[in-house]
């Protein structure tokens, strides 16, 4: 699920209540609200938040790598009842200038990014010397190097305009060592670890939220793209997207730092706290084995 393109379009919208310290200009001359960008946004969790996030900001940037399904996305929220003004910015994340060019874009269209949704992100299932060196040094540019480096480059103008938030994308799998997919979990427990401290460096600055979601196996093309649609993890259930990316919202405004989605999951995230570290591997690697 990694992102692909450099083009750029836009649709204008209405506006929406404006942030704090005055609205900047839409594509039409009005007030627009805050802006709001999501990387992965085409499908999955992704895709969920921003439906919702089309309710309650004045301009979405889509990122993914496909162009036209973020062009038929922003056709559907342009077309809702908040018709909020929507960029599309068709990416791929797995280049490692991606979030320099990313910002460039922004920079040209005179977008300043209050919220920022780090959602994209892929996984690979496999023996580690098995899977292909190029798509596993991709997975750690798309879950780790594009997160860091756009936080790194929008979070200084959330600080300066005293206002702004950010959510990463997560995982269960970030709580444990994961044979069968050992990059993959230790790119989320980055993830997981790297948005904590990141959070309590920003206490003092509380017009700043910083959260990690972290879903376990959920109803979206992650299984079967990651090659896990057939593990064991996957045949306890999974849960809604659209669920998932609520309590992701939820989190945010509150200004949860880490949140897992989930009561089983929660429950599985804190028995690694207690469960000896060599019973966690076995057990992580049993339930990552297709059946």
């Given at each position: 699920m990694h992102e692909q393109g450099n083009t750029q379009?836009?649709?204008p919208g209405n506006g929406g209540d404006h942030a704090p310290g005055?609205?900047?200009?839409?594509?039409?001359?009005?007030?627009?609200g805050p802006t709001a960008l999501i990387t992965g946004a085409s499908s999955g969790i992704g895709l969920e938040l921003a439906r919702l996030l089309a309710a309650e900001s004045g301009r979405l940037v889509l990122v993914a790598r496909g162009e036209q399904r973020l062009r038929e996305l922003a056709?559907?929220?342009s077309g809702t009842a908040q018709s909020p003004s929507v960029t599309v910015l068709p990416l791929d994340l797995s280049h490692r200038d991606a979030p320099e060019r990313l910002t460039k874009n922004l920079e040209d269209a005179g977008l300043q990014v209050d919220t920022l949704i780090n959602n994209a992100g892929f996984g690979l299932c496999g023996n580690f010397?098995?899977?292909p060196a190029a798509q596993q040094e991709q997975l750690i540019?798309?879950?780790?190097?594009?997160?860091?480096?756009?936080?790194?480059l929008l979070l200084p103008g959330?600080?300066?305009?005293?206002?702004?938030?950010?959510?990463n994308m997560g995982s269960l799998a970030g709580f444990q060592p994961g044979p069968g997919m050992a990059v993959y979990f230790a790119s989320k427990a980055f993830v997981n670890s790297f948005t904590e401290a990141l959070a309590e460096e920003l206490r003092p600055y509380p017009e700043i939220r910083v959260s990690c979601l972290c879903p376990g196996p959920t109803a979206t093309s992650f299984g079967e793209r990651s090659g896990m649609d057939n593990a064991l993890i996957f045949k306890f259930g999974?849960?809604?997207?659209r669920k998932v990316a609520e309590q992701g919202l939820r989190a945010l405004r509150r200004g949860k730092a880490i949140h897992v989605s989930g009561l089983h999951n929660?429950?599985?995230?804190?028995?690694?706290?207690?469960?000896?570290?060599?019973?966690?591997?076995?057990?992580?690697?049993?339930?990552?084995?297709?059946?």
């Open positions: 379009a836009s649709r005055g609205p900047p200009a839409g594509d039409s001359g009005k007030a627009v056709e559907e929220l010397w098995e899977l540019t798309v879950n780790i190097q594009a997160l860091v480096g756009l936080t790194r959330m600080i300066q305009r005293r206002r702004g938030a950010v959510l999974t849960m809604d997207a929660w429950v599985i995230a804190n028995s690694s706290r207690f469960t000896p570290r060599f019973l966690m591997r076995r057990i992580t690697a049993r339930l990552n084995q297709p059946l």
